[in-house]
C-alpha cells in the first residue's frame, strides 16, 4: 500500500468538497457524517447557522460551511452532508457539498497555506496538505467555530 | 481497613450533624434553659467524635471531645448558657467545617488549628469561661490520651469507665484480662484474633493494648491486655481465653469501678451508652441464652431519642439525570407513539398506547419526585447566617422560617441558595432598620424577617418579607437619576413597581455606603439574572415605613414542561404554559395603533400586539389573508403581549433541551428545544425576552 522510506507522522483526515476545493478535518475532530435532513430555523442567528437537527435526542447546530466562508449559493443535493464535528465539547453540524474520502496525510505534507485559498480567510486554515495529484485544504476549527459571530449578534439584540 | 469507602458517608453525616448542632445551638440560644436542646446538641458532637476518631481524624475528635466536655458541664447545670459560652460553641461548628471542607479537599483536617479553641473550651469547662484568661489556666478536663479516671490498675478513660459503670449497674462484669500467648507461638496475631474471637462470644470487649491495629500487624511480644464486660464469672473468662490453642497464661482481674473518680462523668454520660450496653447484653443472650435479662435495659434503651433514620436510599445526582435524561427520550417516543395511533386508527394500538402513556405519567411524577429535595436543605444554613449578620450590623431581628418542606428540583434547589442569601442580606442590610430608630419610629426594637416557602399551582413561591422601612423611591430615583439609569423627567412619572424595578438593574446598590455586607460589587441584577436562568421571576413588593417582600416565583422543575405547540407558516414553536394567560381569536378590525405599534384591547387593557412572523423573521410564501387573527396572550410579571400564530397545534408536555453550546445565550427569545414526535426539533419560545 503507503511505501514507508521514513517513519513519518500521519494524520488521518475526512475529506469533504465544497464547490470545487477539497478540504479536510482530522478524523478525531469528527463525530459522524449524516445525511441531509430537515432543518428547524433558529430565527435571529447569522446567515450560515441554518438551524438546528435532532441528532438521536440531542438538538446540534448546523452551519452551512459554504456559507460560512462567502462561497456562494447552497445547494443541497443528494451528495449533501453533514459532518458532525466536535470542538471543546461543542458539537456542530458542518454542511458540505459531499464528503469523500478518509486519507492518512503525512505531517510534513501540510504547509503553511498561502494568503488567499479560494476566498478562504487564513484565519480559518490550519494550512494546505500538498499530495500527488490533490491538493487538500486543512481546516482550523477552533476559528471556524469560535462564536463570536453569534455573540456580537446577541449583543446587538439587547 | 480501607477508609476512603467510608469516607463520603462520614461527609455527608457529618455535615448532617454540624447542621443539626448549628440549629440546636441557635434553639438553645433562643431558650436556654432547655437541657433537651443541650443532650441533642451533646449526642450530635458525640456521634462527630466518634465518627472523627473512627476515621483518623484527630483534631477534629479532639475538638468535638471538649465540646462535649462543655456540653456535659451545661447539661448538669454547671455551667450557664452564656452568650460567651454560646460564642465559642457557635466559633467550634464553624471549625468543625472548616476541618470537614478540608477533609474534602484535601483528606485530612491537620491544618485547622484548633488549639486556642480547644483552651477556650477548657477555660469555659473550668468555670472560667474568659477566653483571654484561659490560655495560662490548666486544664480541668481530662482528654482523651490524657490519663483518666483510674479502675483498678487498668488506665481507662471517661468513656470506658462509663461502659464499665453502666455494665455494672446491669449486672454485667469488667474484667481486665493479660493473655500471654506461648514462647514458640509463631502467628502471633491470628492467635490475638482468635482470643478476641473466643471473647467476643462471651462479652464486649471494651478496649485492648496495645491497639487491635498494632495487634493485627503484631507490634507486640507476647503479651497483651483486653478489658472485657460479660455477665460471665472470672473462672469462665479465664477458661476462654485458655481454650484458645497456644495461649500460655491468661491472667483475669475484676475491674472495681465503683472505686472509680470518675463516677459523676459515667453518670452524666449514662445515657449515652444504653445501646452500646445494650450491644453487650445482646451478645451475652446470644451466648448463655439468658434471654429475660435482656429485657430490661432494652426498654430502657428505647427510651432514648434516637435521630430520626427514614428510609431512604443516597443516590448520586448523575446517575439521576441520566434516569431523566432515558426518561425523556422516553416521553418524546410516547408522544411519537400516539401520534402514530392516531393517524393508524387501529383500535388495539390506540389503548395499548394509551394504557402506555398513563403508566408513563406516573412514572414521570415518581421520577420527578425522586428529584424533588425539600428546601429546607437550602434554608437551614439561613438561621445561623441570620444570627451573626444581625450581630455585625447591630440590630435585632426575628427570623422566621416556614414552609422548609416545601419541595423543588434538585438542579433549582442547588442554583438557589445564593440569590436568597443575598435577598436576606439586603433585607437585614437595608430593610430592617437599627433598634433606636425602629423605637423613635413607635416599631418594636426588635424587627421581623421571614423567609417562607410555599407550592401553588407548576410554580414554588419564596418569599423573603421584612417590616423594616421599606423602600424609599426617592432615594432609588436620585442614585438611579445619577447613574444615568433614567433621567430626571422620565423619573417623575414613573409607578412605584417601575421604581422599585430600578433596584435590578445592573450595578445599582441603595446602600449610602459600601458596607462589609452589601458591597460586594454584586446588586440584586445578579439575583434576577439567576432566577431567570432558572425560569423563575422575582417581584418586588413595597410599603414605605412598613415594610419590603420579595417574592420570587420557580418552576418545580427544569426539565419538562407543560406547553402550547403553535404553528407559523410552516415552523412550529412551543410557548412555555406558564407563560400563557389565554388563547383568543381577534377581529382584524380590533386592532389599533397607538405609536406605530399594533395594539389590541385585551379585557380593558391595551396590550401590544407582537407578529412572530416579523419578529423571527419567518418565510412565508402565500400570505394568509385572514379576516381573524389567533393570538396567544402571555405575560412577564404584570407586563403582557398578544403573539400572532397562525394555528394552535394543541398543549402538550415538552422536554426541554439546550441549543447546544455553540448557540447558548446567542439566541433572541429562544430559550431551548424540543424533540416533537415525529423527530422534529421546535424551538421553546422565552416569552420574558420578548416583553420589554
Not at chain 2, 392 to 420: A, C, H, S, Y
Not at chain 2, 464 to 491: H, M, S, Y
Request: a negative charge.
Amino acid at each position: 500500500m503507503l511505501e514507508h522510506k521514513d517513519i513519518v507522522e500521519e494524520v488521518k483526515v475526512i475529506v469533504f468538497r465544497l464547490e470545487d476545493e477539497e478540504y479536510g478535518v482530522e478524523v478525531n475532530q469528527v463525530r459522524s457524517i449524516e445525511h441531509m435532513q430537515k432543518i428547524t430555523r433558529v430565527p435571529r442567528t447569522p446567515e450560515f447557522v441554518k438551524g438546528v437537527i435532532n441528532l438521536r435526542g440531542i438538538v446540534t447546530p448546523v452551519i452551512d460551511l459554504k456559507s460560512r466562508f462567502d462561497l456562494g449559493e447552497e445547494n443541497y443535493t443528494d451528495t449533501t452532508r453533514i459532518i458532525i464535528v466536535a470542538v471543546d465539547d461543542m458539537e456542530v453540524g458542518l454542511i458540505v457539498d459531499a464528503a469523500n474520502d478518509v486519507i492518512d496525510i503525512p505531517v510534513n505534507k501540510i504547509e503553511q497555506p498561502p494568503a488567499v485559498v479560494g476566498g478562504i480567510n487564513k484565519a480559518y486554515l490550519r494550512g494546505v496538505a500538498k499530495l500527488s495529484d490533490r491538493l487538500l485544504i486543512m481546516l482550523n476549527l477552533d476559528k471556524v467555530l469560535s462564536n463570536e459571530e453569534i455573540q456580537a449578534m446577541s449583543s446587538m439584540e439587547r | 481497613m480501607d477508609m476512603n469507602q467510608y469516607l463520603d458517608m462520614f461527609i455527608e453525616e457529618s455535615k448532617e450533624h454540624l447542621q443539626a448542632i448549628n440549629e440546636n445551638l441557635l434553639a438553645l440560644e433562643q431558650n436556654p434553659q432547655s437541657l433537651d436542646i443541650v443532650n441533642v446538641i451533646f449526642r450530635s458532637a458525640h456521634t462527630l467524635k466518634g465518627m472523627a476518631a473512627t476515621m483518623g481524624f484527630e483534631k477534629m475528635a479532639h475538638l468535638t471531645h471538649d465540646m462535649e466536655n462543655g456540653l456535659d458541664l451545661m447539661r448538669n447545670g454547671k455551667l450557664a448558657v452564656t452568650q460567651i459560652v454560646m460564642d465559642v460553641l457557635f466559633s467550634c461548628v464553624d471549625v468543625l467545617e472548616t476541618q470537614l471542607n478540608q477533609i474534602i479537599e484535601t483528606g485530612t483536617d491537620a491544618g485547622v488549628n484548633v488549639d486556642s479553641l480547644v483552651e477556650q473550651l477548657k477555660a469555659i469547662a473550668s468555670g472560667k469561661p474568659a477566653p483571654v484568661a484561659a490560655a495560662s489556666t490548666p486544664t480541668a478536663v481530662s482528654t482523651d490520651s490524657a490519663p483518666a479516671p483510674q479502675a483498678d490498675d487498668v488506665d481507662l478513660n471517661e468513656y470506658e469507665s462509663t461502659i464499665l459503670q453502666q455494665s455494672k449497674e446491669k449486672g454485667f462484669n469488667g474484667y481486665k484480662i493479660i493473655v500471654r500467648l506461648e514462647e514458640k507461638c509463631v502467628m502471633r496475631a491470628a492467635r490475638a484474633y482468635m482470643v478476641f474471637d473466643a471473647y467476643e462470644r462471651v462479652g464486649e470487649i471494651i478496649k485492648s493494648e496495645p491497639r487491635v491495629e498494632d495487634l493485627e500487624e503484631e507490634k507486640f511480644e507476647n503479651e497483651f491486655m483486653l478489658v472485657l464486660v460479660t455477665q460471665e464469672d472470672i473462672e469462665k473468662v479465664r477458661k476462654t481465653g485458655l481454650n484458645v490453642s497456644e495461649v500460655a497464661t491468661v491472667e483475669v482481674t475484676a475491674i472495681d469501678v465503683h472505686q472509680s473518680p470518675a463516677d459523676s462523668v459515667a453518670q452524666q454520660v449514662a445515657s449515652q451508652m444504653e445501646p452500646i450496653v445494650e450491644a453487650v447484653q445482646q451478645t451475652a443472650a446470644a451466648a448463655v441464652v439468658a434471654a429475660p435479662v435482656a429485657e430490661a435495659p432494652k426498654a430502657a434503651a428505647q427510651d432514648i431519642k434516637k435521630p430520626q433514620l427514614g428510609k431512604s436510599v443516597r443516590v448520586d445526582i448523575e446517575r439521576l439525570d441520566v434516569l431523566i435524561n432515558l426518561f425523556s427520550e422516553l416521553v418524546i417516543d410516547r408522544t411519537r407513539l400516539e401520534q402514530i395511533a392516531r393517524e393508524l386508527g387501529n383500535q388495539s394500538l390506540y389503548e395499548t398506547v394509551e394504557h402506555m402513556s398513563r403508566i408513563s405519567t406516573d412514572l414521570q411524577n415518581i421520577v420527578m419526585t425522586i428529584r424533588m429535595v425539600p428546601v429546607e436543605t437550602v434554608f437551614n444554613r439561613f438561621p445561623r447566617m441570620v444570627r451573626d449578620l444581625a450581630r455585625d450590623l447591630n440590630k435585632k431581628v426575628n427570623f422566621v422560617v416556614r414552609g422548609q418542606e416545601t419541595e423543588l428540583d434538585r438542579t433549582v434547589i442547588d442554583e438557589i441558595g445564593d440569590p436568597l442569601v443575598h435577598l436576606l442580606r439586603n433585607s437585614l442590610d437595608h430593610g430592617l432598620e437599627n433598634p433606636e430608630t425602629r423605637r423613635a419610629n413607635g416599631k418594636d426594637e426588635t424587627g421581623l424577617v421571614e423567609l417562607v416557602a410555599f407550592h401553588s399551582g407548576n410554580h414554588v413561591f419564596i418569599e423573603i418579607t421584612d417590616d423594616g422601612n421599606g423602600i424609599n423611591r426617592n432615594g432609588v430615583l436620585k442614585k438611579a437619576i445619577e447613574k444615568g439609569i433614567v433621567d430626571q423627567f422620565a423619573a417623575e412619572s414613573m409607578t412605584d413597581q417601575q421604581v422599585y424595578d430600578l433596584l435590578f438593574h445592573s450595578g445599582f446598590s441603595t446602600a449610602e455606603k459600601i458596607s462589609d455586607v452589601s458591597g460586594r460589587g454584586v446588586g440584586l441584577d445578579v439575583v434576577k439574572t439567576k432566577i431567570e436562568s432558572l425560569g423563575g421571576r422575582v417581584l418586588v413588593q413595597s410599603t414605605p415605613g412598613k415594610g419590603t417582600k420579595f417574592s420570587i416565583q420557580l418552576p418545580l422543575t427544569l426539565s419538562i414542561i407543560q406547553a402550547m405547540l403553535v404553528q407559523i407558516s410552516d415552523e412550529k414553536y412551543a410557548i412555555p404554559l406558564s407563560s400563557i394567560i389565554e388563547t383568543a381569536i381577534i377581529n382584524k378590525a380590533d386592532i389599533k395603533r397607538v405609536h406605530k405599534q399594533a395594539v389590541i384591547d385585551f379585557r380593558g387593557r391595551v396590550v401590544p400586539l407582537l407578529s412572530l412572523e416579523d419578529l423571527f423573521s419567518i418565510p412565508r410564501p402565500e400570505p394568509l389573508g385572514l379576516e381573524e387573527e389567533n393570538v396567544v396572550i402571555v405575560r412577564k410579571g404584570d407586563k403582557m403581549a398578544a403573539l400572532v400564530v397562525d394555528a394552535f397545534i394543541g398543549q402538550q408536555e415538552v422536554v426541554l433541551k439546550s441549543l447546544g453550546k455553540y448557540l447558548t445565550g446567542g439566541v433572541f427569545a429562544i430559550s431551548g428545544a424540543t424533540i416533537l414526535g415525529d423527530g422534529q426539533v421546535a424551538l421553546i419560545m422565552d416569552c420574558n425576552a420578548l416583553i420589554q
